[in-house]
């Protein structure tokens, strides 16, 4: 069964900061990887999908990449701001039907 | 707004009742899922359909929940006699295909009391 694991479990930063977040996964036969973020109380919100054949994906201040090989993924966030602050899921999907999550890293941005 | 609705957003229930929630998923999303989450956790999958058809369902899902997407869009989740553990924020996703990205609802919390 595929294990997805979050590192850190929380992060706390000052405004302006740039910053990553890790992701790993033990079984690399992937069809593809997700970045979500979820604000408390609410659904989640899809920041960023990489198809296995890809290396990286960019939208806007954020930058993810994926090296399926050695099980990562990495969420870098540049100029970090206040509304940032959020809990951070990756998500992978091998084959089959349903996504794998993470536990999720909780960011606080500092004004 | 065309995303993925859900209803209702809040339940109270008294442990041994049944309840039911809705999904409607993107209108041209023939995929859909049911995710459970607890808190601190990441979402953990329930089951999925294509269409009206439930294709996969997880050890999770024990007999006492049960999932319809009837005519291929919208697709309840009923649970009976409700047990405490029962209480999560119940998750729908929708997606366009296999390889797309998956788009969620604001989520049902349930309170089992």
């Known amino acids: 069964k595929q294990e997805v694991t979050q590192i850190p479990a929380a992060l706390s930063v000052p405004e302006g900061e740039n910053l990553v977040l890790n992701c790993s996964f033990t079984?690399?036969?992937?069809?593809?990887l997700q970045w979500f973020r979820q604000d408390p109380g609410k659904g989640l919100t899809s920041l960023l999908l990489?198809?296995?054949?890809?290396r990286e994906q960019t939208s806007g201040r954020l930058n993810a990449s994926l090296d399926k090989s050695s099980g990562r993924s990495t969420l870098y966030i540049a100029a970090s701001q206040p509304g940032d602050s959020a809990t951070y899921l990756c998500?992978?999907?091998?084959?089959?039907?349903?996504?794998?999550f993470g536990t999720g890293t909780s960011l606080t941005v500092i004004p | 707004d065309t995303g993925v609705s859900q209803d209702p957003r809040h339940k109270i229930t008294k442990r041994g009742q049944n309840v039911t929630f809705r999904c409607d998923p993107i209108?041209?999303?023939?995929?859909l899922y049911w995710y459970r989450q607890t808190l601190g956790q990441g979402p953990e999958f329930l089951t999925y359909?294509?269409?009206?058809?439930?294709?996969?369902k997880s050890r999770l899902l024990s007999d006492r929940f049960s999932a319809e997407r009837p005519k291929g869009s919208f697709s309840t989740l009923e649970i009976q006699r409700t047990e405490q553990g029962d209480s999560a924020m119940y998750l729908c996703?929708?997606?366009?295909?296999?390889?797309?990205?998956?788009?969620f609802g604001p989520g049902t919390r349930l309170t089992v009391t």
């Open positions: 996703a929708s997606s366009l295909g296999l390889f797309t990205e998956q788009y």
């Open positions: 359909f294509q269409n009206e058809a439930q294709l996969e």
């Open positions: 998500a992978v999907k091998n084959t089959g039907n349903q996504f794998y």
């Open positions: 209108s041209e999303h023939n995929r």
């Open positions: 079984d690399s036969a992937i069809y593809n």
């Open positions: 990489i198809q296995s054949s890809q």
